[in-house]
């Protein structure tokens, strides 16, 4: 007696919550793994998977067991030239099969490292976690754009791209049931009664009425037989209908002073933030616009290439990229519609009257729109009048707007951590 | 002419394999078990993935099982090993249950189908039915019912306690999982009912009286006291590690207990599983061989189909030499093979030889023999029953000693005649669990004092214990809940003793 199942179709991913599990018990090397990816990685492929490795000692499940030494005794097959007696010398590197105890023929244990992959989503979930995106909001939309098809039950009209195959049927099943019931009911009726007369001897056959029954039989069976099989008002269709989608866009403005102070060195710190800032922003809305304002003495919006990699020399105008920023923002970027966040980056270098006009600007137009906005300051001196002039906009806005100082490479991740680490105080006031 | 015959005869054609065939292979391969009076459990053949392999691997075969990071461990290991190409899968699992469930994988061809369907569900199958080991240690009706009571209980108890708690308890449960078996005693009969009745008993009884203050009492410089008991407890060493800390373990929680006990029935489980792999394997193979080839005798599958199956079993049976790179140890598939083949030869066409070592076989009907040995031996006894001088000469065994002092390794038989019967203990020794895995037992308990445990390793052949001792010592006295020594005795007395005292939780 043997039952056979199709099992391809239920879950694969039985073991997924032992998976989980396994994660979670060493968070810790997977953590560490990660930070160094983030710090190592080249900055294109820092949106995927990533190998971890873990020490198979830290792995080990222990038991009690035989070790090295004393008297072993083991049988293998395939002897060749060994007689009685022989002895022969271990391999120099000591505990070769031969020594030990018995089970040396068991697999041996590797000191190979553990190593798995965990995937995209895993990796970012392990970058960002603990991050969160301060004053998140839904912003409202007076003019609603935006629209998202939702299902809204079955109904009797429709197109037939839309047609719903299993009510249909379940309905024509069901019509086919009713119409053709007291038919077959009848049909069973007669049936039983010109079986009874055909089992008669044929002197008691009453002919005349085997006929007539034979007739109506037939003329059941079309009727049942005319029954449509599908007909128009078994039809369904999937019902649709719009709905606005709140809004939740969001825009990051990134700002760098490309003057000729700052080097493809300094550049390149400041494309990695960029790109993890635009990584979490993804991870919390659906839609994300990123403008590029590079500035010298003057600024300008361009293209993610001529971003990071045009070359420019000249003084610094920090102003100048504020205030472009602000435009931007009126004419494509109510604050009423979109979430705005902005990460400036630069050496610190600027003119110095003009690092009070930045903080002016600040504090009077573009704080109040922004959710958060992000200096980050790239170098290995000392700070000069922006740094300055910024931590004043700091002191009075401490939660909209956050700098940090990055001397090298290694620094970036720690100091993303630390720009958008979880606040208690804030999540409670949101 | 030939077409006419294929239509008429042969249960497939082509390599793809359809439930359809499936089907009417197992009938085909059952009818034929049966003629060989073969007395299986009823068969549920799963068609899975590779996928749900690789899930069927990590939970050790079960169907279901308790969550546990270990086990994601093992996932992550196959599944990687897989993906790049390290290892194949298994053709198959099959467990011991009632119906016997074999997993087939859909990516197989029929030929492999048919070889698995024949090897686990008749092969594995009677086996598991007709062992005396599998008969009295595991009940094959209740352990999935049993399977569904642990995994819930464990997941009550991970909401109840948090998994934190639960994966401190089952670890340190698994560390000591080999010592949770009894090696004598008959188990009583699983049965999921009454392990939920006597789950709610205990939960309702008291906890033990304990008074945790004893830990504080300072030692006392002088060795005999508090030592001195008149009555020692336990009254006799106790094997069974797991079971003794369920029934005395002072502080442990009632629901702790019950982990305790889930782990330890598991390990009861697969008990009878790990003393019979060379009996198990053999067997399987040795059917799986004789049932396709009796397809292939009846006309029932293509010239192609049996070449196929022949290659696939020669691999499977096959056994390097010691000096070969793809050498692993004894392959158990190639000894039971030889093995039930052997016995089979000599029922049927003894030699002179034959008949001066194995006198009460010869000449017998081979089935009755072969079925005698399935039932009533372990792989150690098995060994030492059955295998002829012939197989030995055929494997080409050597038996070797080894003593770490010694810069030699001293080869102390051969395959010939003065050699062939302590070669053949030599070997069987090696299938004996108690020589290959540590004989530790607990002595004693101070249950005057302060409740420290003593257990005590007895030395065989002076092989010392390994690495991992003092984290497992760390597990046990997690679960003890009080000081733990381990003491290793040697022929001349204590030889090393390791002691746990520091709460490391």
Same mark, same amino acid.
């Given at each position: 007696?043997?039952?056979?199942? !199709?099992?391809?179709?239920?879950? +694969?991913?039985?073991?997924?919550?032992?998976?989980?599990?396994?994660?979670?018990?060493?968070?810790?090397?997977?953590?560490?793994?990660?930070?160094?990816?983030?710090?190592?990685?080249?900055?294109?492929?820092?949106?995927?998977?990533?190998?971890?490795?873990?020490?198979?000692?830290?792995?080990?499940?222990?038991?009690?067991?035989?070790?090295?030494?004393?008297?072993?005794?083991?049988?293998?097959?395939?002897?060749?030239?060994?007689?009685?007696?022989?002895?022969?010398?271990?391999?120099?590197?000591?505990?070769?099969?031969?020594?030990?105890?018995?089970?040396?023929?068991?697999?041996?244990?590797?000191?190979?490292?553990?190593? @798995?992959?965990?995937?995209?989503?895993? @990796?970012?979930?392990?970058?960002?976690?603990?991050?969160?995106?301060?004053?998140?909001?839904?912003?409202?939309?007076?003019?609603?754009?935006?629209?998202?098809?939702?299902?809204?039950?079955?109904?009797?009209?429709?197109?037939?791209?839309?047609?719903?195959?299993?009510?249909?049927?379940?309905?024509?099943?069901?019509?086919?049931?009713?119409?053709?019931?007291?038919?077959?009911?009848?049909?069973?009726?007669?049936?039983?009664?010109?079986?009874?007369?055909?089992?008669?001897?044929?002197?008691?056959?009453?002919?005349?009425?085997?006929?007539?029954?034979?007739?109506?039989?037939?003329?059941?069976?079309?009727?049942?037989?005319?029954?449509?099989?599908?007909?128009?008002?078994?039809?369904?269709?999937?019902?649709?209908?719009?709905?606005?989608?709140?809004?939740?866009?969001?825009?990051?403005?990134?700002?760098?002073?490309?003057?000729?102070?700052?080097?493809?060195?300094?550049?390149?710190?400041? +494309?990695?933030?960029?790109?993890? *800032?635009?990584?979490?922003?993804?991870?919390?809305?659906? +839609?994300?616009?990123?403008?590029?304002?590079?500035?010298?003495?003057?600024?300008?919006?361009?293209?993610?290439?001529?971003?990071?990699?045009?070359?420019?020399?000249?003084?610094?105008?920090?102003?100048?990229? *504020?205030?472009?920023?602000?435009?931007?923002?009126?004419?494509?970027?109510?604050?009423?519609?979109?979430?705005?966040?902005?990460?400036?980056?630069?050496?610190?270098?600027?003119?110095?009257?003009?690092?009070?006009?930045?903080?002016?600007?600040?504090?009077?137009?573009?704080?109040?729109?922004?959710?958060?906005?992000?200096?980050?300051?790239?170098?290995?001196?000392?700070?000069?009048?922006?740094?300055?002039?910024?931590?004043?906009?700091?002191?009075?806005?401490?939660?909209?707007?956050?700098?940090?100082?990055?001397?090298?490479?290694?620094?970036?991740?720690?100091?993303?951590?630390?720009?958008?680490?979880?606040?208690?105080?804030?999540?409670?006031?949101? | 002419?030939?077409?006419?015959?294929?239509?008429?005869?042969?249960?497939?054609?082509?390599?793809?394999?359809?439930?359809?065939?499936?089907?009417?292979?197992?009938?085909?391969?059952?009818?034929?078990?049966?003629?060989?009076?073969?007395?299986?459990?009823?068969?549920?053949?799963?068609?899975?993935?590779?996928?749900?392999?690789?899930?069927?691997?990590?939970?050790?075969?079960?169907?279901?099982?308790?969550?546990?990071?270990?086990?994601?461990?093992?996932?992550?290991?196959?599944?990687?090993?897989?993906?790049?190409?390290?290892?194949?899968?298994?053709?198959?699992?099959?467990?011991?249950?009632?119906?016997?469930?074999?997993?087939?994988?859909?990516?197989?061809?029929?030929?492999?189908?048919?070889?698995?369907?024949?090897?686990?569900?008749?092969?594995?199958?009677?086996?598991?039915?007709?062992?005396?080991?599998?008969?009295?240690?595991?009940?094959?009706?209740?352990?999935?019912?049993?399977?569904?009571?642990?995994?819930?209980?464990?997941?009550?108890?991970?909401?109840?306690?948090?998994?934190?708690?639960?994966?401190?308890?089952?670890?340190?449960?698994?560390?000591?999982?080999?010592?949770?078996?009894?090696?004598?005693?008959?188990?009583?009969?699983?049965?999921?009912?009454?392990?939920?009745?006597?789950?709610?008993?205990?939960?309702?009884?008291?906890?033990?009286?304990?008074?945790?203050?004893?830990?504080?009492?300072? +030692?006392?410089?002088?060795?005999?006291?508090?030592?001195?008991?008149?009555?020692?407890?336990?009254?006799?060493?106790?094997?069974?590690?797991?079971?003794?800390?369920?029934?005395?373990?002072? *502080?442990?929680?009632?629901?702790?207990?019950?982990?305790?006990?889930?782990?330890?029935?598991?390990?009861?489980?697969?008990?009878?599983?790990?003393?019979?792999?060379?009996? =198990?394997?053999?067997?399987?193979?040795?059917?799986?061989?004789?049932?396709?080839?009796?397809?292939?005798?009846?006309?029932?599958?293509?010239?192609?189909?049996?070449?196929?199956?022949?290659?696939?079993?020669?691999?499977?049976?096959?056994?390097?030499?010691?000096?070969?790179?793809?050498?692993?140890?004894?392959?158990?598939?190639?000894?039971?093979?030889?093995?039930?083949?052997?016995?089979?030869?000599?029922?049927?066409?003894?030699?002179?030889?034959?008949?001066?070592?194995?006198?009460?076989?010869?000449?017998?009907?081979?089935?009755?023999?072969? !079925?005698?040995?399935?039932?009533?031996?372990?792989?150690?006894?098995?060994?030492?029953?059955?295998?002829?001088?012939?197989?030995?000469?055929?494997?080409?065994?050597?038996?070797?000693?080894?003593?770490?002092?010694?810069?030699?390794?001293?080869?102390?038989?051969?395959?010939?005649?003065?050699?062939?019967?302590?070669?053949?203990?030599?070997?069987?020794?090696?299938? =004996?669990?108690?020589?290959?895995?540590?004989?530790?037992?607990?002595?004693?308990?101070?249950?005057?004092? !302060?409740?420290?445990?003593?257990?005590?390793?007895?030395?065989?052949?002076?092989?010392?214990?390994?690495?991992?001792?003092?984290?497992?010592?760390?597990?046990?006295?997690?679960?003890?809940?009080?000081?733990?020594?381990?003491?290793?005795?040697?022929?001349?007395?204590?030889?090393?003793?390791?002691?746990?005292?520091?709460?490391?939780?």
């Amino acid at each position: 007696m043997s039952y056979i199942i !199709d099992r391809r179709l239920n879950g +694969k991913h039985k073991s997924s919550v032992n998976r989980q599990r396994f994660l979670r018990r060493y968070q810790k090397h997977i953590k560490k793994a990660v930070e160094e990816a983030v710090n190592e990685r080249s900055i294109k492929d820092l949106n995927r998977g990533e190998k971890i490795t873990i020490p198979q000692q830290d792995i080990h499940e222990p038991s009690f067991g035989h070790g090295q030494g004393g008297t072993g005794s083991i049988v293998h097959p395939g002897n060749k030239e060994f007689n009685t007696g022989d002895r022969i010398p271990k391999p120099p590197s000591g505990g070769g099969q031969g020594s030990g105890s018995g089970d040396a023929s068991d697999q041996g244990e590797g000191e190979d490292d553990f190593v @798995f992959q965990i995937s995209q989503e895993e @990796f970012l979930d392990y970058v960002f976690e603990d991050l969160e995106l301060p004053n998140l909001l839904q912003k409202e939309l007076k003019e609603i754009k935006e629209f998202s098809l939702k299902h809204a039950g079955i109904v009797s009209d429709g197109t037939p791209s839309k047609l719903n195959i299993v009510r249909s049927m379940r309905n024509a099943q069901a019509r086919r049931i009713v119409m053709s019931r007291s038919s077959k009911r009848l049909l069973l009726e007669i049936e039983e009664q010109i079986e009874e007369i055909e089992k008669k001897d044929a002197a008691l056959k009453d002919e005349s009425l085997l006929k007539e029954l034979l007739l109506q039989a037939e003329q059941l069976r079309q009727k049942i037989d005319k029954t449509p099989f599908l007909d128009s008002y078994d039809l369904r269709y999937n019902h649709h209908v719009k709905e606005p989608k709140p809004s939740s866009q969001a825009v990051m403005f990134c700002i760098m002073d490309v003057s000729g102070s700052m080097t493809q060195e300094t550049k390149n710190i400041a +494309k990695r933030f960029y790109i993890l *800032l635009y990584l979490f922003l993804r991870r919390n809305y659906e +839609k994300i616009e990123v403008v590029f304002i590079r500035h010298h003495t003057s600024a300008k919006e361009v293209s993610e290439e001529e971003f990071f990699y045009s070359r420019e020399t000249g003084g610094t105008i920090v102003s100048s990229a *504020l205030k472009l920023m602000d435009k931007i923002i009126q004419d494509r970027y109510p604050s009423n519609a979109w979430n705005i966040y902005a990460a400036q980056a630069s050496d610190g270098d600027n003119w110095d009257d003009d690092s009070d006009t930045c903080r002016k600007i600040l504090e009077e137009s573009i704080i109040d729109q922004v959710q958060y906005f992000t200096y980050i300051e790239i170098t290995p001196r000392n700070h000069q009048s922006l740094w300055y002039a910024y931590e004043q906009v700091q002191n009075t806005h401490p939660s909209y707007f956050s700098m940090r100082h990055i001397t090298d490479l290694t620094d970036i991740y720690p100091v993303f951590r630390d720009l958008f680490q979880r606040r208690l105080h804030e999540s409670s006031q949101n | 002419m030939s077409q006419a015959k294929t239509k008429r005869n042969f249960l497939s054609t082509g390599s793809d394999w359809t439930f359809d065939l499936i089907e009417t292979y197992d009938k085909e391969i059952g009818k034929i078990a049966a003629e060989f009076g073969l007395d299986t459990y009823p068969n549920q053949i799963e068609v899975i993935s590779s996928e749900q392999m690789m899930d069927a691997y990590a939970s050790v075969g079960m169907p279901l099982g308790y969550h546990h990071w270990s086990y994601g461990k093992q996932f992550l290991d196959v599944e990687q090993n897989y993906k790049r190409g390290r290892m194949g899968l298994a053709y198959e699992i099959v467990i011991n249950s009632s119906p016997c469930i074999a997993y087939l994988m859909e990516e197989n061809n029929m030929m492999m189908q048919a070889l698995v369907i024949a090897h686990a569900c008749y092969g594995h199958n009677s086996f598991f039915k007709g062992n005396y080991l599998f008969k009295t240690w595991t009940d094959a009706t209740a352990i999935i019912d049993y399977l569904v009571f642990a995994k819930k209980y464990v997941q009550k108890c991970e909401e109840k306690y948090g998994i934190e708690d639960v994966e401190l308890t089952l670890d340190s449960c698994h560390a000591l999982m080999n010592f949770g078996v009894d090696r004598y005693k008959r188990p009583v009969p699983l049965s999921a009912e009454e392990e939920k009745a006597r789950v709610s008993e205990r939960e309702h009884q008291l906890q033990q009286q304990v008074n945790d203050l004893w830990r504080t009492i300072p +030692k006392s410089d002088k060795p005999g006291d508090g030592e001195d008991i008149r009555e020692s407890f336990p009254s006799e060493p106790q094997e069974n590690l797991l079971y003794f800390l369920e029934k005395h373990a002072p *502080l442990l929680k009632p629901w702790q207990r019950e982990l305790v006990r889930i782990v330890r029935k598991m390990a009861q489980y697969f008990y009878p599983q790990r003393q019979t792999q060379v009996m =198990n394997e053999g067997w399987a193979s040795f059917w799986h061989y004789t049932l396709v080839n009796s397809l292939y005798d009846k006309g029932l599958v293509e010239d192609g189909f049996i070449l196929e199956f022949l290659q696939s079993h020669t691999n499977v049976v096959y056994q390097p030499s010691f000096d070969s790179q793809f050498y692993s140890g004894i392959n158990p598939y190639a000894l039971g093979f030889a093995m039930y083949t052997d016995i089979k030869r000599i029922c049927e066409n003894p030699t002179q030889e034959d008949r001066e070592w194995f006198p009460d076989y010869v000449d017998k009907p081979w089935l009755e023999v072969l !079925d005698f040995a399935m039932r009533n031996f372990k792989d150690e006894s098995f060994i030492l029953q059955f295998l002829s001088p012939k197989l030995m000469r055929d494997f080409r065994f050597f038996g070797l000693e080894n003593d770490v002092l010694d810069p030699f390794v001293e080869v102390k038989e051969i395959h010939n005649d003065e050699g062939y019967r302590l070669l053949r203990d030599r070997l069987a020794q090696q299938y =004996n669990l108690s020589y290959r895995e540590p004989n530790i037992q607990v002595q004693k308990v101070n249950i005057l004092g !302060d409740r420290s445990l003593v257990l005590k390793h007895t030395m065989n052949g002076d092989r010392p214990l390994n690495e991992d001792t003092v984290e497992v010592l760390k597990h046990f006295r997690r679960l003890w809940g009080f000081d733990v020594r381990l003491e290793s005795w040697g022929k001349d007395g204590l030889v090393k003793s390791y002691t746990c005292t520091d709460d490391s939780e």
